[in-house]
């Protein structure tokens, strides 16, 4: 069991560093810095909006309206920093390890 609570784990990881490199590129895009006309561009954007979108959305249905800035990832980076953290590390992990 421990080694299933290590992957999934890692899986958050990852997926967190998915939703910081999506709010990177969306910034990037809004500036001007870089240009979806580019294919490349295009495709590694519309790659990491499918792959964040699913889990942003029901954020931003309940967060208010501010603006022009969305908080949204932050909320769900937070989230998901607490069920790896707490839930998965801090709850779980000592069950399934044995003292020796």
Known sequence: MVP??????????????????SAILSWLVA???????????LV?????????EPALRPIRGI?????G???????LILLLLFIRDVV????LAPIFI???
């Open 4 to 21: 299933l609570i290590g992957f999934i784990v890692l899986v958050i990881d990852l997926y967190i560093w998915v939703v910081i490199a």
């Open 31 to 41: 500036f001007n810095v870089v240009n979806t006309n580019n294919r490349v561009v």
């Open 44 to 52: 590694i954007g519309d790659t990491l909006y499918r792959l964040t």
């Open 63 to 67: 967060l208010p309206n501010l603006g």
């Open 69 to 75: 800035i969305d908080i949204s990832p932050v909320i």
């Open 88 to 91: 998965l590390l801090g709850w």
């Open 98 to 100: 044995q003292p020796a």
